[in-house]
């Protein structure tokens, strides 16, 4: 049931005759490409950008009006579009905002992540500082339960907002219910999308610094600022992560594996096996990280997928361990 552009922002079914007037803009045959952070792939469908939770229901009332699937886009930082593009409605998360209550940051799931991070520490407040300069927004950040230098984003989460497409209705839930595990929660396999957030973050000066390559950092230096702590890890990630305005990339792309309950570091196995700097063509390992697969220019989305499923043969041949990708594949590969 394909629905049918009339003037005014207004949408028919073609089987219905009903007539709908949305306020959003809903665009079709949206190039999705310059919307992700690895630079490639096809077209939405149909695509359009949410402000708030009113315009939010509009476009699932579309999306259930024409028999449409959804795929809900934040950052795109995480992901991996299809050349073929998304055959149904792409619903970008632009509902901004950060605000404080106490220790608490109450924040809009289409914020930026790390403008979230760099307006906690304007705060001073503590918290979420190691996960300084991830790329992404709020609501990706939760549903893939970002982690970085010893620090997961459900460490700090109170609660969660979340409009649920069954009801069109929103509710809150707690941390406990949101089923958070390594690089996953309950919002990558149902029917809620964020909308907000809570942090609770502290004016007690307490950094996290158990990960080894901030510990070495500050080996001189215990009690590191605020503003320290976030410029030693700027440091760290520029000397293992690629420029995002150079290149194409998720930032890493496996998932440590998990074995009896032990998270094996994987970068140690690719490493081992000599895979970093490994390239064929315009897709390749990074030299610095061996766990980011870049796209140097021309690749292809079919180029990464099969150039990601020969490093996980090669691992899985060497060591006989199953990796997994950490990001997200959009439409149909």
């Known amino acids: 049931m394909n629905p049918v552009r009339n003037n005014s922002n207004k949408y028919s079914s073609k ?17 999705l490409k310059n919307l992700t952070t690895f630079k490639v ?10 402000k708030s939770v009113s315009e939010l229901k509009e476009a699932v009332d579309f999306s259930k009006k024409n028999s449409l699937q959804v795929f809900v886009l934040g950052g795109g930082s995480n992901i991996l579009v299809s050349d073929s593009g998304f055959n149904g409605l ?11 209550e106490d220790e608490k940051a109450i924040c809009g799931a289409g914020e930026n992540w790390d403008r979230v991070v760099e307006s906690s520490i304007q705060n001073k407040l ?5 996960l300084s300069f991830i790329p992404g927004t709020v609501g990706g950040a939760v549903a ?43 919002f990558k396999k149902n029917n809620f999308i964020i909308t907000k957030i809570c942090l609770k973050l502290s004016y007690e000066e307490n950094v996290n610094l158990s990960y080894k390559d901030i510990k070495e950092y500050f080996k001189n230096n215990n009690t ?20 995002l305005k150079k290149y194409g990339t998720a930032g890493s792309f496996f998932k440590n594996p998990v074995i009896e309950g032990n998270k094996i570091h994987l970068a140690k196995i690719l490493d081992n096996l000599d895979m970093k700097g490994l390239r064929e063509g315009s897709i390749g390992i990074s030299e610095k990280q ?42 149909k590969f």
């Open 41 to 50: 792939g096809g077209c939405a469908n149909y695509f359009c950008k949410v």
């Open 144 to 186: 893939g339960n970002i982690g970085a230098y010893g620090m997961e984003i459900k460490d700090n989460l109170e609660w969660v907002e979340v409009f649920d497409t069954k009801n069109l209705k929103t509710i809150i839930l707690k941390k406990s219910e949101c089923k958070f595990d390594y690089r996953d929660s309950i």
């Open 290 to 331: 061996p766990l980011i697969i870049i796209n140097y220019g021309s690749a292809s989305a079919k180029d990464v997928k099969t150039f990601s499923e020969k490093v996980a043969h090669k691992v899985y041949k060497k060591t006989k361990i199953k990796i997994t990708p950490e990001i997200i594949f959009v439409g």
């Open 224 to 243: 590191p600022k605020l503003k320290k702590v976030r410029s030693a890890i700027g440091k760290i990630r520029k000397n293992k992560f690629p420029d």
């Open 90 to 100: 792409v619903i970008k998360i632009e509902i901004k905002g950060i605000s404080y």
């Open 126 to 130: 503590y918290g979420i500082e190691n």
């Open 15 to 31: 089987n219905s005759g009903e007539v709908i007037s949305y306020r959003m803009n809903i665009k079709q045959n949206v190039p």
